[in-house]
Nanobody, 129 residues
Framework: VQLQASGGGLVQAGGSLRLSCAVS????????MGWFRQAPGKEREFVAS???????FYMDSVKGRFVISRDNAKDTIYLQMDSLKPEDTAVYFC????????????????????????WGQGTQVTVSS
């Protein structure tokens, strides 16, 4: 299983970026997929996730600004990021839970790093003020 993240870059505050994560070896429609980020000197934190049934979860600070989506035919997930802020600056990672069509779990499951078995290499997002 391989995850390839792309789409990061430098953007001014208030701007937008769309991150992509191409998956090989699994169908994104059958797995929980997530986006995490890690800023310098900080722990990796949850950003957004999507269950196989399409249900989505977001960290509070990105609700209304970020949208996670997927293209099943391309086995790719996306993170559309709008109204970016300097505090969104981080390396963004995509991740995949190897469980096939995971049953419903409490919401903490989807934001827990230990849920995810495979990780992409990360893509840098820098938001200037």
């Amino acid at each position: 299983v391989q995850l390839q993240a792309s789409g990061g870059g430098l953007v001014q505050a208030g701007g937008s970026l769309r991150l992509s994560c191409a998956v090989s070896g699994r169908s994104v429609s059958n797995h929980v997929m997530g986006w995490f980020r890690q800023a310098p000197g900080k722990e990796r934190e949850f950003v957004a996730s999507m269950r196989s049934n399409g249900r989505t979860f977001y960290m509070d600070s990105v609700k209304g600004r970020f949208v996670i989506s997927r293209d099943n035919a391309k086995d790719t997930i996306y993170l559309q990021m709008d109204s970016l802020k300097p505090e969104d600056t981080a390396v963004y990672f995509c991740a995949l839970d190897a469980t096939f069509r995971s049953p419903w779990r409490e919401s903490d499951y989807y934001s827990d790093r230990s849920t995810y078995d495979y990780w992409g290499q990360g893509t840098q997002v820098t938001v200037s003020s």
